[in-house]
């Protein structure tokens, strides 16, 4: 057999990735699909689209490709996480829209525990803060406000999960329910230390166990789909982030990656012990393998590319995403304009649900190029929050930031980035570092590669960016910046 097929669910499309034995990209077959705001801080998706240009793109890579699944060992499925979907078993049909990780309606339901007190057991469970981010609220949210879904819950017909296990559902004709670990404990229902969902915390949300799904290894049997032409087995899954840390070969304590896609995440893997954050970062599960589960440090900014997005389909500043660089490098600088992208509040360390999207600095000078600077400055900005927190909470002193995602591709914000950090930022040859993963972790199950030492050989530095900036600058830069940023904060208020 000559390749692995990653499906890539991500939040704005879905991909489909063939990787050979070198870990190389032998096709990519790729459809967006509409992102869906039915009010001001909710975002949705259609389930049926998600599954259809899934299952599309599936079909396409393999054309490309002028391959058949008897030449696929396995599939590898890793996608957008914390997006939840709600079906009846019985139609396969979901009861509304997806709600996605972006979405803030449930805001007022996460105070709420807070006011109650319930965000130290969650926390201490989850390892998670207490945010709409997460899975648990959204599903909460879905058999309040959906009617009839109570009655549906009650009578075990209603069935929960994250994009990964929607895709496997279907890719297997109703015939699994089931996650990874890694996607499970991104829910706020699962407890990361004894591997269990959580009794205590489905209570506290008012969520029937009947409608969990199986929580296996992220790289072992979920399997097999028909649907390709052939039977091909599907024998890997994890949360984007979490298979972009093992597509990076971040499997050593103290390895950091950073993924630059709608959203930015860094992760650093922390080893078979969970560290308890005291800066408000996330404890997550990083994979399952073979039963020997694995931890990571996790920080998230929600916008970071899709403020160039916000660049060309809310401001008409530029006609491509391709553009912004070009554009931002026609300045030398920012002009002293900084822009916070808080768009759906602020991710870590400042988990700020009510903080808006704001720019300061603003002169009669300013001109379009300022704000594209200032656009890319916010996303290296908000990393190095990130950053300053992790290292805090490790005690580790990072040596190197590897970058993957469409973004690391813009050499003008990963030269940016590794100034503001002062380490190298190292982009690999292979940047589907997401896919990889999930093509690894599948390939792994399958013997398709003997082992983790196997998969290490094939990553490659393509390029790395050395900081500039004097240690004195960078500390100007950050202070400002959290002086942009306390404009932001709080902004909306919780009615």
Same mark, same amino acid.
């Given at each position: 057999?000559?390749?692995?097929?990653?499906?890539?669910?991500? #939040?704005?499309?879905?991909?489909?990735?063939?990787?050979? /034995?070198?870990?190389?990209?032998?096709?990519?077959?790729?459809?967006?699909?509409?992102?869906? @705001?039915?009010?001001?801080?909710?975002?949705?998706?259609?389930?049926?689209?998600?599954?259809? #240009?899934?299952? +599309?793109?599936?079909?396409?890579?393999? !054309?490309?490709?002028?391959?058949?699944?008897?030449?696929?060992?396995?599939?590898?499925?890793?996608?957008?996480?914390?997006?939840?979907?709600?079906?009846?078993?019985? #139609?396969? *049909?979901?009861?509304?829209?997806?709600?996605?990780?972006?979405?803030?309606?449930?805001?007022?339901?996460?105070?709420?525990?807070?006011?109650?007190?319930?965000?130290?057991? =969650?926390?201490?469970?989850?390892?998670?803060?207490?945010?709409?981010?997460?899975?648990?609220?959204?599903?909460?949210?879905?058999?309040?406000?959906?009617?009839?879904?109570? %009655?549906?819950?009650?009578?075990?017909?209603?069935? @929960?999960?994250?994009?990964?296990?929607?895709?496997?559902?279907?890719?297997?004709?109703?015939?699994?329910?089931?996650?990874?670990?890694?996607?499970?404990?991104?829910?706020?229902?699962?407890? !990361?230390?004894?591997?269990?969902?959580?009794?205590?915390?489905?209570?506290?949300?008012? =969520?029937?166990?009947?409608?969990?799904?199986?929580?296996?290894?992220?790289?072992?049997?979920?399997?097999?789909?028909?649907?390709?032409?052939?039977?091909?087995?599907?024998?890997?899954?994890?949360?984007?982030?979490?298979?972009?840390?093992? +597509?990076?070969?971040?499997?050593?304590?103290?390895?950091?990656?950073?993924?630059?896609?709608?959203?930015?995440?860094?992760?650093?893997?922390?080893?078979?012990?969970?560290?308890?954050?005291?800066?408000?970062?996330?404890?997550?599960?990083?994979?399952? =393998?073979?039963?020997?589960?694995?931890?990571?440090?996790?920080?998230?900014?929600?916008? %970071?590319?899709?403020?160039?997005? *916000?660049?060309?389909?809310?401001?008409?500043?530029?006609?491509?995403?391709?553009?912004?660089?070009?554009?931002?490098?026609?300045?030398?600088?920012?002009?002293?304009?900084?822009?916070?992208?808080?768009?759906? +509040?602020? +991710?870590?360390?400042?988990?700020?649900?009510?903080?808006?999207?704001?720019?300061?600095?603003?002169?009669?000078? #300013?001109?379009?190029? /300022?704000?594209?600077?200032?656009? &890319?400055?916010?996303?290296? &900005?908000?990393?190095?929050?990130?950053?300053?927190?992790?290292?805090?909470?490790?005690?580790?002193?990072?040596?190197? &930031?590897?970058?993957?995602?469409?973004?690391?591709?813009?050499?003008?914000?990963?030269?940016?980035?590794?100034?503001?950090?002062?380490?190298?930022?190292?982009?690999?040859?292979?940047?589907?570092?997401?896919?990889?993963?999930?093509?690894?972790?599948?390939?792994?199950?399958?013997?398709?590669?003997?082992?983790?030492?196997?998969?290490?050989?094939?990553?490659?530095?393509?390029?790395?960016?050395?900081?500039?900036?004097?240690?004195?600058?960078?500390?100007?830069?950050?202070?400002? *910046?959290?002086?942009?940023?306390?404009?932001?904060?709080?902004?909306?208020?919780?009615?």
């Amino acid at each position: 057999m000559k390749y692995v097929l990653a499906l890539d669910q991500g #939040t704005t499309s879905s991909r489909a990735i063939l990787f050979d /034995h070198s870990g190389e990209v032998v096709a990519v077959a790729q459809k967006e699909f509409p992102q869906i @705001f039915p009010k001001p801080g909710w975002v949705e998706h259609d389930p049926q689209a998600i599954w259809e #240009t899934q299952l +599309g793109v599936a079909r396409e890579v393999l !054309i490309k490709a002028k391959a058949k699944a008897a030449d696929v060992a396995a599939i590898g499925i890793t996608n957008q996480r914390e997006t939840t979907v709600v079906w009846d078993r019985e #139609t396969g *049909w979901p009861i509304c829209n997806a709600i996605v990780w972006q979405d803030r309606r449930t805001a007022p339901a996460c105070d709420a525990l807070r006011k109650k007190k319930l965000d130290r057991v =969650i926390t201490k469970k989850t390892g998670l803060v207490v945010d709409a981010y997460f899975s648990a609220t959204k599903v909460q949210w879905m058999l309040q406000n959906v009617k009839g879904a109570r %009655a549906l819950a009650a009578k075990g017909r209603l069935a @929960f999960g994250t994009v990964d296990t929607w895709l496997l559902w279907n890719l297997t004709g109703g015939g699994v329910h089931a996650t990874d670990v890694s996607n499970a404990s991104r829910t706020m229902l699962y407890d !990361i230390r004894k591997g269990t969902w959580d009794d205590e915390l489905l209570k506290i949300f008012g =969520i029937p166990r009947s409608m969990l799904p199986e929580v296996r290894d992220s790289s072992g049997d979920f399997g097999s789909t028909t649907l390709l032409g052939g039977s091909i087995p599907i024998a890997g899954i994890a949360g984007d982030q979490q298979a972009a840390l093992f +597509g990076q070969v971040c499997t050593q304590p103290g390895m950091v990656k950073n993924t630059y896609g709608t959203g930015c995440f860094m992760l650093m893997n922390t080893g078979a012990k969970p560290i308890t954050s005291k800066n408000k970062l996330l404890t997550t599960v990083a994979w399952r =393998i073979g039963g020997r589960t694995e931890y990571a440090l996790e920080g998230s900014v929600f916008i %970071a590319g899709a403020v160039v997005q *916000w660049l060309r389909d809310g401001l008409g500043i530029i006609q491509s995403s391709s553009e912004v660089e070009a554009l931002a490098a026609s300045v030398p600088d920012s002009g002293g304009v900084y822009l916070v992208p808080a768009f759906a +509040g602020l +991710g870590a360390p400042h988990w700020d649900a009510y903080a808006r999207g704001t720019i300061v600095g603003l002169t009669r000078g #300013t001109t379009r190029a /300022h704000i594209a600077r200032a656009a &890319l400055e916010s996303i290296a &900005l908000q990393v190095a929050d990130i950053l300053t927190a992790m290292q805090a909470d490790s005690g580790i002193k990072l040596k190197e &930031l590897r970058v993957d995602g469409g973004a690391s591709l813009n050499n003008l914000l990963m030269q940016r980035q590794a100034d503001l950090l002062g380490v190298p930022v190292v982009r690999p040859k292979v940047n589907e570092t997401t896919a990889l993963g999930a093509a690894c972790l599948a390939g792994l199950a399958t013997g398709f590669w003997k082992n983790e030492k196997d998969i290490s050989k094939h990553w490659k530095a393509d390029q790395r960016f050395k900081p500039k900036l004097k240690p004195a600058a960078r500390a100007q830069v950050m202070q400002t *910046w959290q002086r942009a940023l306390s404009k932001a904060k709080a902004w909306a208020t919780s009615d």
